[in-house]
């Protein structure tokens, strides 16, 4: 049997990125919380992510070489705890819910769009990446005119999310980085001087429990923790029901189901990182404080101790809690949003655009950590105009 630094290296080899989920099957064999040797572990199992993901003896590794260095994904208590507070506050339920009129028109005007231009279609470029974005500045209030130079900046920036991204996208990043925080910082001045109603204006006008530093980190996370994230869910959602293709119908009558269960399959993000913050105890192992762990939500979503026969797609699957937007103090702010954005998009897509089909292999992007497509060509064989409501 490979041991489990073996196992570690297949994974991050091309193979393991395509499909890690046989190697995943072989990590759990070697236990929930495997050991890489000093300082290193993998939690493999769902109660060992899960459990790790709550335990406030792990924290994430704080700052960073980028700005995004003080959001909350690179802060632990007391600051995470100030920070979340207050942004949660401002990024609400109500606010999300309220986006499903802007979530709607944008999937139709995306699909009028791919429809002028024939009847096939790159699905990711010319859908899937639009999507999120357009949402996502909709709620922040960054303008439809500055949408197209904003894209491929915010998604160099990406790469921040990486764990173990390549040196060229670091640079790629930083510049990215840099040229982000020029922009917010311009618009929180203005809409200091002329608030609206959307996110940036409410947060600009916090200025006691926040730094002008923190307020432009967590505006660039808010930006980019959503869009290559959702574009993901969508790619990685349809790939499925093309493997799948006699669920599509059942897809219209429980859209809910269907993206839970994508998240769950094949989860857009596959793995995020611990340290533990003092020496503790976690599933019978001693672990030294300042321990790097890599929890693997890829493996927990695939564990047949949590769900039954894993490998097999299912959207009538009771209780299916997956982990894709992690746990404890860090769990997805934007999850309600994402969830919205796959169960409008899916159902839209699929009355649409009649017998939906890839057209030929998709491309799959290199990484790990962030799993999705490149690009997805697919075709449709009948195009409906848009529903009489709208
Ligand atoms: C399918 C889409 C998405 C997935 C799979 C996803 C996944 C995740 C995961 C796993 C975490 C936890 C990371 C950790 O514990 O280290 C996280 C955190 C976060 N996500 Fe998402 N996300 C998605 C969409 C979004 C959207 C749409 C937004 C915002 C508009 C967003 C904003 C955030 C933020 C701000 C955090 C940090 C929360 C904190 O540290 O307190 N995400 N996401």
Sequence with gaps: MADSLELFQELIAPEGREDPYPIYAALREQGPLVSLGEGH??????????GL??????????????????????????????????????????????????????????????????????????????LPV????????????????????????????EATFEPDDSAAAMTAGLTLRRYFAAMVEQRRAQPEDDLVSALASERVSITDDELLANLALLLIAGFETTTNLIGNGLRILFDHPALAAELLLRPNDFVEEFLRFDPPVQLTT????????????????????????????????????????????????????????????GAALARLEAQVAFPILLQRLAGLRPTGDPVRRPRLVLRGYESMPVSWSAAHPSFPAE
Excluded at 105 to 112: F, K, Q, V
Excluded at 298 to 320: C, E, H, I, L, V
Aim: charged share 25%; glycine share 8%; hydrophobic share 40%.
């Design 274 to 333: 611990r340290v533990a913050l003092q020496d503790t105890v976690a599933f019978d192992r001693k672990i030294a404080q300042g321990t790097y762990i890599l929890t693997l939500i890829g493996s927990a979503n695939r564990d047949p101790k949590r769900f039954p026969d894993p490998d097999r797609f299912d959207p009538a699957r009771p209780n299916n809690t997956p982990i894709s937007f992690g746990a404890g103090a860090h769990f997805c702010l």
């Design 53 to 130: 993901l709550r335990d406030p003896a792990f924290g994430v590794e704080e700052g960073g070489a980028f700005f995004e260095g003080s959001s909350l994904l690179r802060s632990n208590p007391p600051d995470h705890t100030r920070m979340r507070r207050l942004i949660s506050g401002v990024f609400t339920a109500r606010r999300v819910a309220g986006q499903r009129g802007a979530v709607e028109a944008t999937t139709h005007r995306l699909i009028d769009e791919m429809c002028s231009n024939g009847d096939t279609a790159d699905i990711m470029a010319d859908f899937a990446y639009h």
């Design 134 to 161: 357009n949402i996502i500045c909709e709620l922040l209030g960054v303008p439809e005119e500055d949408r197209d130079w904003f894209r491929p900046v915010a998604q160099d920036f990406t790469a921040v999310l």
């Design 41 to 50: 572990m993998l939690a493999t199992a769902y109660e060992a992510v899960d």
